[in-house]
């Protein structure tokens, strides 16, 4: 079973900058789709950022070329680098992983962006 939490979320000023972390576990093996979604209240879930294989990425529109999805030095974690936060970024944003045939979900972590 594996299991992903993730880290990094908080209250940021429009413009501003956050990190959030994933890591997950419970994998013996490198889970190359991970990836970054968000839901905003009253909204559908909706993919942010994410690696469809090793290296491939898929980014939404919105995010492209403020937020930056990486791969962390431990196995199975991820990262989403957010710049220049807007005040429509806010939302609950999940970790997610496809693995074995399954999708995982992190608890989720709150990001509020002030403007």
């Known amino acids: 079973q594996v299991q992903l939490v993730e880290s990094g979320g908080g209250l940021v000023q429009a413009g501003g900058s956050l990190r959030l972390s994933c890591a997950a576990s419970?994998?013996?093996?490198?889970?190359?789709?991970m990836g970054w979604y968000r839901q905003a209240p009253g909204q559908q879930r909706e993919l942010v950022a994410a690696?469809?294989?090793?290296?491939?990425?898929n980014y939404a529109d919105s995010v492209k070329g403020r937020f930056t999805i990486s791969r962390g030095n431990a196995k199975n974690t991820v990262y989403l680098q957010m710049n220049s936060l807007r005040s429509e970024d806010t939302a609950v944003y999940y970790c997610?992983?496809?693995?074995?045939?399954?999708?995982?979900w992190g608890q989720g972590t709150q990001v509020t962006v002030s403007s």
């Open positions: 419970g994998s013996r093996f490198t889970i190359n789709a």
């Open positions: 690696f469809t294989s090793g290296i491939r990425t």
């Open positions: 997610n992983a496809a693995y074995a045939g399954n999708l995982y």
